[in-house]
């Protein structure tokens, strides 16, 4: 399973990101490319503690953990926390320079490093937060076919 605490995972990603503009279009969902950065900012920022969820893990969504870090894509209609619901006007240029500090802030950090619980599934290793966040970097990039 790929992690963006593997650097040649994380480098083949930050290429892709790289590809994103502020015409970037998704093949399916509804947010637009700024506002999808944004759910990325948050979902990024939460472990870190830099976004406060409101949530609590849930014990079923728990029993699916591993879905959060195996090798099994997300499928395109997988439902997304309330917290990280986004709607509203943002910055492409902003968003993508915040997401970048965070993802850079996470990768220093490492998968020993110290990680807030996930909103839906509690606690992760730091080995699961590095496949999850890649799995979910990954999924919205295939979103707008990069």
Known sequence: MKSIFNESDFSHLMERIEKLSEHSKPEWGKMNVSQ???????STAAPLGRYQTKGKPNFLLKLFKSVSYNDRPFGKGVPTPS???VTGAYDFHEEKESFLNHI?????LGHNGKFLPH???G????EQ???HT???ID???KQFGI
């Open 36 to 42: 999808m950065l944004h759910h990325l900012n948050c």
């Open 134 to 136: 890649f799995k979910h």
């Open 119 to 121: 909103v839906a599934f």
């Open 104 to 108: 850079k802030e996470l990768t220093d």
């Open 129 to 131: 937060w590095g496949k």
């Open 83 to 85: 917290d990280f619901k």
């Open 123 to 126: 606690e992760l290793t730091g």
């Open 139 to 141: 999924h919205h990039l």
